[in-house]
């Protein structure tokens, strides 16, 4: 297994390209399940989330072409699929214990095919996950579910019909998932308590773009009229908020400056509010933001994660490896997931004063500086804090179980070395 080595110490500067949001790609992937015709996409980050979930959709019966294409300013990928012949409407354990995300399959395909069997994901190092709102929600809209051999077994023999349905959570997941499905459907749906994450917006904007009515967008009702078919149509994934977010705090972490090209700033106002707080400089461009911490103090803050537009809960790893270092204590709360502190231990093991209250409370009392030490995170936004620590960690960080960070930081150290990190990735057989 590939490892990262970093040595730290080093201030960062220049410019960074920030990728398509894989957050938003995988669902737009999902959604070319619901027509024969072909849906294009550019902008798509070269994961390793998006290789499984092609995989996936390949076993399925997609046609699947891929090219590289400049967007944006800087090389990308553009797919496109076509559902015209589908084999199989099973997404197996085997793909989905790999790619959570999988289950974005399961709107599409039953609203479309009517039946799918798809292996329920199971709990993951962050949390229980449960699936009962994209479940139940599928059963108010007339699908018949069964729970059998680790699998759900959906079926609509005459079709999805338009329901009133109010999450109990704005789920990201759910939300995606019942938009997919209710587009098919026969009737009208009206989702209340929709999450309002920009990811949900991007899809809005494709399915709209294949012909589906769907209003409400960017509020937490959504109004759906069902149509009888979709067509084919390109799009384009937005850029990642939260690989901006990430090297923002690269930035801010070694007192350097960076300028994160393609970033939208409009989808990180709190991160962004909470980095000057913390006294470092942020300008907000048309295309790009700047962050500036060059000759700053960093202060503690405190951050609270929650649905969006609060604090995204796929930065507090990140922001708590720039807390840890500075003047002053900060109180982390996490609120989405029961299990999220996971990349403690191991700052601590680089020298951070973290003490953690029930499991969901950090308490960070800023420490002069970090030193290197192997390492090794459970998922990939802490695995992503490590990162940030070893860049400002007196002498060599090695980072462990490097997969974790490929699933969701395309081209991760070709982009830090451009701004100056000493950086490299450590090849090693599986
Ligand atoms: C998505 C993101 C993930 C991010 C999360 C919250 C993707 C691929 N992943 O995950 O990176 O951390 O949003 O912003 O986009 N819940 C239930 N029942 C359900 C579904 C969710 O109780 O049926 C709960 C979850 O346990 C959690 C909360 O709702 O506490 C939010 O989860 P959700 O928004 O669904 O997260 P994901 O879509 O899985």
Known sequence: MDKIKIIGGNKLNGKIYISGAKNAALPLVCASLLTKEPVTLKNVPALSDITFLNSLLNYMGLKISEKEEIYGGHITKTYTYQADEIKELIAPYDFVRKMRASYYVLGPVLARFHHVEFSLP?????GARPMDIHLSSLEQMGAAIEIKNGYVIADAPQGLKGSHIIFSKASVGATCNILMAAVLAEGVTKIENAAKEPEIENLIDLLSAMGAKIFGRGTSI????????LHGATHAVIADRIEAGSYAIAAAITKGKIELINANPEHLQQPLRTLEKMGVTVEEKENSIIIDAQNKTIFGEDIYTDYYPGFPTDLQAQYMALMTVAEGASLVTESIWENRFMHVPELCRMGANINIHGHASAIIRGVK???GAPVMATDLRASFALVLAGLVAEGETIINRV??????YEHLEEKLKAVGANIERIKEPD
Do not use: M, P, Q
Request: aromatic share 4%; hydrophobic share 30%.
């Open 369 to 371: 500086k970090l030193s």
């Open 222 to 229: 959504l109004t759906i009229e069902g149509v009888k078919e």
């Open 403 to 408: 997969y974790h960070l490929d699933r969701g």
């Open 122 to 126: 199971g709990g993951c190092a962050i």
